[in-house]
Each structure stands twice: as C-alpha cells, then as structure tokens.
C-alpha cells in the first residue's frame, strides 16, 4: 500500500545483533523508518538504560508523521498536499494555497470568498501595537519588531491559550495569517518614520500588503497588478516546506501547548538566521558585495577556500535545483518588465553559471535555493534587504499554522524533549566538602 509516495510497510523488520551481549532483535520497520524508542530494548544489563539514536541536528531523523507537504530533494519535487508546486504557482492563490495547507482540499468558490473577506475581517491590530512598534529605534531590524509583536499579540489574546479548543485555535489561525502583513508594514513604515497606513478591505491579500507598505498621501492606494501578482506567487512559494528549523520551532514550543502566538515568534526568530530564512538578505548583500560580473570568479574561489559560504546556495534536503528557485526566475522577468531588470540579476546568474558547472558546488551538490533569487525580485520591487526575511514570514505563516494544527492533533505527539549524551565531568566536590 502506498501513500504520498511512500511505502507503507508493515512486515519487514531490521535486524540487529549487539556485540556487546551476542543478543538479537527486530526492530519493525514502517514508512521506511524504525521507531528510535525501538532500541532502547537493545540493553548490555537490566539496569541498563538502553541504546539511544544520536542525530545531531536532526539529519536523519524524522519527528512527526505529517501530511502537508511532500519535498524529493533528489529530485527536486515540492508538492503541497500532493499539488505540484508549479501548478500551485501558476494557478492559485496564496490565501488558497494557505487554505490548501490548512484543510487539506483546496477551497471551493463559496470557501474561498468566504475565506478572504475572513482574512480581510481581521488585518487590522490592536491600536497599542503601533505603541509598541514605535518604542523600536528607528534602525531596528523589522524581523527584530515582527518577532517582538507576534509575541506581544499573545497578550492581546490570552484566550488563545486555549490551544486544546479547536474552534480557539481555528480563531487564532485566521487573527495572524491576517495580522503579518499589517505588522509587517507598520515594522517598515516605522523605519521610514512614515505614518502607518491602514489596511484596505477592498485589495487583495498581497495588494492590501503592497498598499501598506506604500500608500501616500494619495486618496487610495492602487497596487500594480503585476508586481501583486508576483508577490502573491512569491508568498506561495515560501508557504511550507516540511520540517525546516523554523516549523521545527513552531512544533517544539506549542508542544508544550504554548499559545500560537508565542511559538509563532519562535518561529519567525529561527527564520531570521542567516542560514534559514535570512539567507535572502544576505544573498543580496553578497551580490552587492561582489559588485560586478568580473568578480566572480574570484569570491567562488573564497568559497572553494572554505572563507565563505555561497549565500543562497546548498539545502539541507534539496541535492537538485530547488524547484522554487525556477519558479522565482521566471517571476523576475515579469517583475523587470514592470520595475527594469536590477543589475544584480547579471552577477546573480553568473555565480550560478560557474557554480553548476565547477567541481566543489557539483559534489557537494549545492545548488541555488528559494533565497538565492528572491532577494532580486524583492530588491526590484523597492523592498529594502532588511524586509527580505519578513517576506518569507508572511509567506510560511500559513505553512507553520498548518503544522502546528497537525502537531495538535497528532495522538503520537507530546512535549518535545530530546535526550542527549553526557560527555561532562563525574561527580565531584566543592573544596573542603569531601561528603
Ligand atoms: C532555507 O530546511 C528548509 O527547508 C529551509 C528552506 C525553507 O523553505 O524553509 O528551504 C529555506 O532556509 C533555504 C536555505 C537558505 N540558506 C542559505 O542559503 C545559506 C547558505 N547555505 C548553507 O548554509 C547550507 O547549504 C544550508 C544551511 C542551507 C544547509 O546546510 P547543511 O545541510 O547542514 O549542510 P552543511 O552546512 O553541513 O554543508 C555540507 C557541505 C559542507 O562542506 P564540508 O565541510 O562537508 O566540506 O557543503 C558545504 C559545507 O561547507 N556547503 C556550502 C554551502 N552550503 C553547504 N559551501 C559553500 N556555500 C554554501 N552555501
């Protein structure tokens, strides 16, 4: 029986002798994996603890059983509840798609209007928020302020602590897959010292966002077809993708049934990193940087070197092109048309030249990933670096809400707390305590 491409096995077994004692076991084998609580039968005495599995950083081990998002990273496949990325892209929408995540159908005509005049219902935020932002610097990292509101909304609801209640959490769903992009605004709007623009029921999800971002003083904002349609795709393409380090983060804090909110700030604050959803800053900041085609030769050299790390390259499950990395360059050429083609796109498609041709980058089978050419586009469109990572939050909302309600759901799952090998000192004593 398969599902989801996988085989569902149910009778195989792997079979282990311990040297230590000569003893065997089987160790049942489903899904193509053993369970790691299996190995603690494998004992050298009875008081003995048993074997553990040791997986620093989580590189062969998976944590939950999950239905939302299907990734081949050998073969470069990303399916959202077995809808292929590229179909997605081309097709839907994000609020859709984020229903798609959510429900596991994608919704009808009646769902879907009904599910954005919802979203719309509720973009606004309370008015001490905008209190709360302006006690920022005006340089403060606005994924610094978006990590610091989303946990200050969970005083805003303490109801949402409720996190047992379905109808609860299906509340709080709705409030922060609204709420990003107005907090995502006012973070920009206040390193402007721009006043905040309010949100526009009458736009759409991305143009209310492009409306908040940018309106004036003009009586109503009107978003650039194009560039919100690129923006709602890029939203798409950033929305899940499995177990990364920031839903990781989501499912380890509300596994000790925190409140949305406060495992959602967890979240966003593991995106931030360099390595995960700041990469897209940092990618443009290599570009710039670089400065121009001729140099590239000379910074992939520093990287072979082992003195850098080629921002925008490498993944962790991806060893083929990361399909949303495709996706992105052909939304480029829509956004150029539009904006004028950003320089950096020259330098950015040369590194990938060389890259993919050169020996380091094909062993290591590092190629570019979501980050590498989203920062362009971004730039493009006149967003400033800082606000990269805040647009890859926006868009994993729905892919970290969705897996948090899988993770609340799931009968197997319960507080996250891993085990770990003691490498420290014995017993020892205070001087003078020999006791
Ligand atoms: C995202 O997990 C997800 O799904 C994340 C994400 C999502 O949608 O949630 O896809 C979004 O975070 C994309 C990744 C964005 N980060 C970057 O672009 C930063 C640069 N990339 C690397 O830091 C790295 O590739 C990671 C973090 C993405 C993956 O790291 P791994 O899997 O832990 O691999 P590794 O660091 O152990 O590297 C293996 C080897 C090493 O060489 P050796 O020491 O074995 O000789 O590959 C080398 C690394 O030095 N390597 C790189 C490299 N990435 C890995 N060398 C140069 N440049 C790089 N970018």
Redesign the pocket.
Same mark, same amino acid.
């Given at each position: 029986m398969t599902s989801y491409g996988l085989v569902m096995t149910t009778d195989h077994v792997l079979q282990v002798t311990d040297s230590r004692t000569g003893r065997s076991y089987e160790l049942p084998i489903v899904d193509g994996a053993i369970r790691a609580i299996d190995l603690r039968q494998i004992k050298t005495s009875d008081d003995d603890f048993g074997l553990l599995s040791y997986d620093p %950083?989580f590189?062969n081990t998976a944590s939950c059983r999950s239905a939302i998002t299907f990734?081949d990273g050998d073969k470069g496949i990303l399916r959202y509840r077995g809808y292929p990325i590229e179909e997605l892209a081309r097709r839907s929408t994000f609020l859709d798609v984020s229903w798609l995540l959510l429900n596991g159908e994608l919704p009808d005509k009646a769902e879907s209007a009904a599910w954005a005049r919802e979203i719309t219902q509720h973009t606004y935020v309370h008015e001490n928020i905008k209190k709360f932002i302006d006690g920022f610097h005006y340089d403060a990292h606005p994924m610094g302020i978006l990590v610091s509101t989303l946990a200050a909304l969970s005083t805003f609801y303490p109801q949402a602590k409720a996190v047992l209640d379905k109808a609860v959490r299906d509340e709080q769903v709705v409030r922060l897959i609204a709420k990003m992009p107005t907090l995502a605004a006012f973070a920009y709007r206040h390193a402007l010292g721009l006043p905040y623009a309010y949100p526009d029921d009458d736009l759409s999800y991305a143009g209310n966002f492009l409306n908040m971002m940018r309106k004036m003083t003009e009586p109503k904002y009107e978003p650039d077809p194009v560039l919100e349609h690129a923006l709602d795709v890029l939203f798409i393409l950033?929305a899940?993708?499995?177990?990364?380090?920031?839903?990781n983060a989501m499912r380890s804090v509300a596994s000790s049934h925190a409140d949305p909110y406060s495992a959602a700030a967890a979240a966003a604050a593991a $995106?931030y990193g360099? $390595?995960?959803?700041g %990469?897209?800053e940092? !990618?443009l900041r290599m570009l710039r940087e670089i400065g121009s085609v001729d140099n590239v030769p000379g910074y992939i050299d520093r !990287?072979k070197h082992?003195e850098?790390? $080629?921002? /925008?390259? /490498?993944? #962790?499950?991806?060893k083929n092109y =990361?399909p #949303?990395a495709t996706i992105i360059k052909e939304v480029a050429n829509q956004v150029f048309e539009v904006t004028g083609r950003n320089p950096l796109l020259d330098i950015a498609l040369e590194l990938e030249r060389i890259a993919l041709e050169d020996d380091?980058?094909i062993s290591?089978k $590092?190629y570019p990933?979501? =980050?590498?050419y989203s920062g362009i586009i971004y730039q493009a469109m006149g967003f400033p670096v800082a606000m990269f990572p805040v647009l890859?939050a926006i868009g #994993?909302m729905p892919g970290w809400l969705a897996q948090w309600e899988e993770g609340m759901a799931d009968p197997e799952q319960k507080i996250s707390r891993p085990r770990q090998i003691y490498v420290g000192c014995g017993l020892r004593h205070m001087d003078g305590d020999s006791a």
């Open positions: %950083a590189q990734i950033h899940d993708h499995e177990q990364n380090c920031s839903t $995106l360099p $390595l995960h959803g %990469a897209n940092q !990618v !990287v082992g850098l790390k $080629l921002m /925008g390259f /490498g993944h #962790r499950v991806y =990361d #949303r380091y980058f290591h $590092l990933n979501v =980050d590498f890859f #994993r």
